[in-house]
Each structure stands twice: as structure tokens, then as C-alpha cells.
């Protein structure tokens, strides 16, 4: 467990994510969310809220006056409780969050729980000061994590809900070395280009691979395939696979087997 | 090592991972499905997160592609937050909170709860004292059609209506006390954000009103049905009132003076535990509305009933504060972290 994720600390990270470290010593990066996906998570719940509270309204007009006290109950569990017990019984999302992919969460990463969850939402009275939220709004501005001051106090966050990434192929192409030699961020930055560019426009592929023309002595849709074939090299493919992604495939689940054999 | 080989080689592992975290990761699901499980054992479950950790690291450091980083960093959020939930709520702790938690963590928390005191109680006094001497005061504290509504309210010449409202039903009433009173509970103890001036504002308006209004009432002879109506239901109301002032109080003190302590931490400790208080806070006024609607109102109860149940609320909930979890030991300034 001696591994310490050094470029964490080194490189300055230019986005909203969080970085907390675990008790096992990693670095896990939580993607904050800021006011704006927030406040339409808020807009959805508010909507949802006035329609049961018109539902329930609905009822007691039905039922007459005796009614009145089962819905000012109504009225209190939608104020106060409805947040809070979404919150932690379905995983730090309220239909709206979950709406907009948000998720409530500890600030050290685990879930949210119940004492968490119930400040930050009675102190949103203070977030609303003086009116339509305009405080918390102002203070997540300044906040590099966009937290409101509920958030802070309970010592929460709110944060995107990661998707499940794509699968992690490159293009096929011939293996090959780099003409240059290419320092480690450099590479990095190959591999990822080639993971991401398939899922671009031609133009714009290659586009971005015209950058490297000076040393790739290639442009067009050559100095494409180079790149393909210069991350296949540094990722270690030996097997090109030329023939489209059935082969691929194949060749994944042959080195499955291999894999557990070796443990085994 | 080159990606491909260190996935190559690892990948097993992930998979695995993955399928204990998609079929046991909810608590319903694997009690469901603990026959017939042929993955990972659960308790191999700790050390083979680890290994995941340390293989992220490596792929960190060694500038892997953000793909693989991103897939090794989701299975370890997963894990995480698996491994340090917070434990679910049962209700043998709950219970115990309330019975013995609670009050210590008020007791805790004494120097908060009796400034808190003394800005809800000096000023209702104060006011009830001034009323008796100067009965026209009260005309400057409300207008004169809300003191019409009071004295309706409490009309000692009408004795088959129920006291303390005009028409609304037992519950209706129930339903009004539980919107409005926990409301201001909550709002007591969140205002006191505001460097703790917003509770302090909130307290001693309550003060004023309240103290206004007895005062009023007493000095025009509607004395009898409103204490008759106010007995019961005190107890519980007016001190989940101060607790949840103390509880502001702490919480705007912790942002003005955080101590040896970041103001931020500060503020999450003195959050957590009003937060814990207001649970408190939120029992004793359900209790209290249940109390006020359907007890209180009793007009035909004869005053010496009323006045000893009052009376007993009183012992019982001063007793249970100062009393309750005493066998635990001596609470202290930093009492009440776990429960």
C-alpha cells in the first residue's frame, strides 16, 4: 500500500473536481457540481413538491374541513422531510438530482448520512436569505466546489454522478515506435487522443493530428493512422488486429484466459 | 509495465470486483441472493479494495490512459462508499438517543442553553411584569384587532368552547401545531448562522410576544382559561424552544469564535451537533402539539386536573433533561460525538 499517487499532488488540477483522499492513501476525484444543474435538480423537486401538496389539497377539499390537520402534516413532511429522506434512503439523490445525474455525498466520499443530510437541509433556511436562495447562490460562487452553506456546515457535496465510461480500445493499427522521443505527458496524451478520436469527426481527427506533422512527416489521414499506431505501441499491443473489432474482441478474451491461468 | 500488460493481467481482478459490487453492493439484494454465490467472498472484500487502490495509484502514476484511470476510479468510489457508510439508524439507538443521548447532549451544551434561556425567559418576563402595572402597553405590542382575537380566544364568560381557538378541529389544530411550531424550531436553530444574531432576534421576539400576550390576557381577567390552556403543553414547547435557541447560539458562536480550531471545522461540529439537537428538538414539539391539541383544549377539565398534569409535564421534562443518562458519567464540553 506504499504507492502514493504522486502527480496528484503535483499538477494542479484546472476543473471542479475534489480531490480526497482515502484512508487507503489514493486520491479519489469527485466531479462538484455548480449552481446551475443545482438549481434546475431544485426547480424539478419545487415542481414535484407543488403538485403533491395540490394533490393533497385536492383530498381535503373532498374530504371537507376534518381534513385539514392530515394535510398540514402533508405540508410539513414536504418542507422539511422530503429532502432529507430522499437524500438517504436513495442514495444522496432526490428525483430531481436524479434528474440531472446529481448526487449528494459525505465531503470524504462516502455516502451521505442521516445527521448530514438533515443539517443541510434545515439550514437551507439560511441559504434562502433573503430571497430565492441568493446567499447560497453567492457563496457557492466563491466556493471552488460549489458548495451552498448547508453544504459546508454539514460537511457534504454535491457532485456529478460518474458514467460508465466507454470501453477502452484504440482504433487498430500497426504498432508502431515514435519517431521522437516523447516525455511521459506526452504519451499520455496520445493514448487519450487515440481513445477519444473515434468518437470525432474526420475533420476534426484530424485536425488535431496535423499537430504532430513536424515530427510525424505525414498529414491527412496517414498522420491519423501514425498517432493510432504510435499509442498502440506505448499501450504494448503487439497483436495489430487489422480486421475490424471482431478480432479484436477475440483477442480480448484470449487474454482473459491467459490472465486467470497465470493466477491460477 | 505497458497498459496493455497491466490490464491484461489485472483484469480478472476488475471484473470480479465489479460483479460483487453489482450483485452484493445493496444490502436488500444480497441477503436475497446469499445462496449460490460463487464470487468474491464477502470478507476477502476489504483486501482486494485495497489491492484496487494500489493498482489506481500505480495507473495514476504511471500516466495510464484516463479511460482506464476513470474505469478504476469508479469500481473504487463504489468501494468506498460501501466501506464507510455511516451505519444505518436502528431503533434501540434511537431510543436511547432520546432517553439518555439527548438530554446529556444538552446538558453538554449548558452555557449555550442558558443564555438562550435567559434571552427567551428575561424578556417574557419582563413584558408580563410591565403588562400587570401598565395594562396599556399591550396596545403598543399588538393591534387592537389581534387582542380582540385573543380575548376571544380565551373568553372565560362562553365555557362549553374549547379553549384556545375560535372553530378548527382537534386536528386541524394538531396538524397546524406540528407546521408552524417545528418550523420555528428549525428556523431558531439555522438563523443561528447569522453569527447567531438571527436566533437571538427569534428568541427574543417570542419573549416579547409571548410575555405580551399573557400579560394582556391576565390583566383583562381572561387569566383562568389561558393558563388552564397553557399548563399542559409549556413544558415541551418552551424549552424545545430555548434548546433549539442554544443550539443556534452554539453553532453562531463556533463561526465567530471557531477557537484553535479552522472556522470551517468549527462550523461542521457545531452543525453535526445541532443537528442532533433539533432531532430533539423535533420530538418534544410533536409531543408538545399532540399534547396542545388534544389535551389542552379540554375546556370542561376542572383547573386542579389541568394544572397538576401540568405540573407533572414540568417535573417530567426538566427531570429527563437533567437527569437522563446521568449513569453514563459527567458530561463534558465535548460529549455526544457518538451514538
Redesign the interface.
Known sequence: ?A??????AAVPVLDTCREVV????????LPAAGPMPRALAWLIDFMLRMAILVAGSMVVGMLG?????????L??SV??LYPIAFEVLWGGRTPGKRALGLRV?AA????V????A??RN?????DM?PFGYALGLLVSFGDPWGRR?GD????TLVVHD?R?????TTPPAEPMAAPVVLL??E??AL??FA?RAPRLTQARQIELAELGSPWLQARGDTAVQRLYGIANG????RDPGPHGSGQHGSEQHG??Q???G??G | ?????F??????EW?ALERWLDARGQARKARNERRGWDGIADHEMPAR??RL??Q???A??R??????V??L??I??RG??LL???PP?RWHVALEFLLSGFPRQVRAERGCMLASLALFALPLVVIFVAIQLKPELASSLFDPLQLAGFENMYDPKDPERKLGRDS?????????Y??NN??IG??T???G??AGL?TVLVLLFNGVSIGGVAGHLQAVGHGDPFWRFVAGHSAPELTAIVIAGGAGLR?GLNLVAPGRRRR?DA??E???R???L??GVFAMLVFAAFVE?FWSSIAWMPAWIKYSVGAGLWTLVLGWLLLGGRHLGPTGEHDGGAA
Open positions: 500500500m504507492v502514493i499517487d504522486g502527480r496528484a482515502t484512508p487507503e492513501g489514493v486520491a479519489l476525484r374541513r376534518g381534513s385539514m390537520g392530515p394535510y398540514l402534516i405540508l410539513f418542507f422539511w455525498i470524504n466520499g462516502a455516502p448520512g442521516w445527521l448530514a438533515f443539517a434545515l439550514l437551507r433556511v439560511v436569505l452553506i459546508m456546515v454539514a460537511g460518474s460508465t465510461p466507454p470501453p477502452a511521459p505527458h504519451q499520455a493514448v487519450a481513445e506505448l499501450l504494448g499491443r487474454s482473459e491467459h490472465g486467470s497465470q493466477h | 509495465m505497458k497498459q496493455e500488460l490490464v491484461r493481467r489485472h483484469e480478472p471484473l479494495y485495497r487502490c494500489q489506481l495509484a500505480l495514476r502514476r500516466g495510464y490512459s484516463p479511460v482506464l476513470e474505469r476510479q469508479q473504487m468510489q468506498h462508499s464507510y457508510r455511516t439508524p378548527e378541529t382537534d386536528l386541524a389544530m394538531f396538524g397546524y406540528i407546521w417545528v418550523s428549525f428556523r436553530f439555522a438563523s448562522l447569522l438571527g453553532l470551517i462550523l461542521v457545531g452543525g453535526i445541532g443537528a442532533r433539533c432531532l391539541a
